[in-house]
């Protein structure tokens, strides 16, 4: 038997609301990553910390749909980013080119997955839980 007509405006609505939440989310995350591939561009995290806890608090909400590996996704982008920034930090401090090199490649990686999943979220698809 279908559903009635008021669960499916329902439903629309709230993968509405996660589409609305994703887009702000992915745009937030996306500035910050263009910006760390622009020399002397780099922008506050603050951008980055607000993507986050958004993704984090409304990540519930996402639960059972098709948008909850968004937020997985975007959440483990920048665990992960965190910590290869923290792990190859004291190339800085050792050599100024490998500290340079690894920000950049992770900056890159970063700049990958990002757009990554704004394009399947733009279609519509779930997003792999590749690294």
Known sequence: MSEPVSDVQTQGEKLQSLTTIGTVSYVLHLIVAVAALVPGGQVSP???IVALITDMVKRSDAEG???ASHFRWRIRTVVMAAILYAVTLPLWFLFLFPGWLAWTVISIWFLYRIITGMVNMNKGLPI???V
Request: charged share 10%; no cysteine.
């Open 46 to 48: 603050i951008l980055l």
């Open 65 to 67: 749909t098709w948008h």
């Open 128 to 130: 792999g839980d590749f």
